[in-house]
């Protein structure tokens, strides 16, 4: 499996905008880029997740570079409740689709 | 959310028992999953299943069992339980109709193996 690179801790002030880097630079064509994050004492949650173009939804937004070797993941207005590690996931099209491979994952931290 | 619950939340057991953990889903999903979790791994797939009486291994799958007899339920037992199986599990669902789809996470059970 293509291997994530993220950065161990971020920090963010409340109601400021946050961009959390993922570096994929083995990406294959057809690996897709999900986003997970999972807040304190609770199970994962899916964020978004795109494969070349860049997506929007009601949670975040995700920057794809153009050569798709790194992706932001941008949370346009940070809150206390958005304090949580993300986790950048690279799912391949066929074969092991159905798997999630986590890795470290970025610990953010929101300041009031 | 997806309607996901795992039972217990919490459980405290002795080395050398055997410890069965439920996940349980509300949403007619076909694919469920279990992960464990613990300081310095992140989550890791131990099994999951395709459908009722279909399950396939993970990566970390050694010592532990699962069933599944209804769509509903995904049963995860540890045969005889060790202190490295100390950790906390989630279940997860995903429809099963396409490849990139959401996985929705449960709320985790707590296990301490003694």
């Known amino acids: 499996d293509a291997k994530t690179t993220q950065p161990n801790s971020m920090e963010s002030n409340e109601e400021e905008p946050v961009h959390l880097p993922c570096n994929h630079s083995t990406i294959s064509g057809t690996d897709y880029i999900h986003w997970y994050r999972q807040l304190p004492s609770q199970g994962p949650e899916y964020v978004i997740h795109g494969l070349t173009s860049n997506v929007n939804n009601r949670m975040a937004s995700l920057a794809i570079a153009e050569d798709r070797k790194s992706s932001t993941l941008i949370l346009h207005r940070a809150t206390l409740r958005d304090a949580a590690v993300y986790y950048c996931i690279l799912r391949a099209l066929r074969g092991s689709n159905y798997k999630l491979t986590f890795g470290k994952g970025t610990l953010l931290t929101v300041n009031p | 959310d997806a309607g996901i619950t795992q039972s217990p939340r919490h459980k405290v057991t002795e080395t050398g028992t055997p410890v069965t953990l439920r996940c349980h889903q509300t949403?007619?999903?076909?694919?469920m999953y279990w992960y464990r979790q613990d300081p310095g791994h992140g989550l890791r797939l131990i099994h999951y299943?395709?459908?009722?009486?279909?399950?396939d291994k993970g990566e970390v799958s050694d010592g532990y069992s699962v069933s599944r007899s209804k769509t509903e339920d995904f049963l995860l037992t540890l045969e005889s339980a060790t202190s490295s199986q100390t950790s906390v599990y989630f279940c997860?669902?995903?429809?099963?109709?396409?490849?990139?789809?959401?996985?929705?996470f449960g709320p985790g059970t707590r296990l301490l193996v003694l």
């Open positions: 299943s395709y459908g009722v009486k279909d399950t």
């Open positions: 949403e007619n999903h076909r694919y």
């Open positions: 997860a669902t995903s429809p099963g109709t396409s490849g990139q789809e959401t996985q929705y």
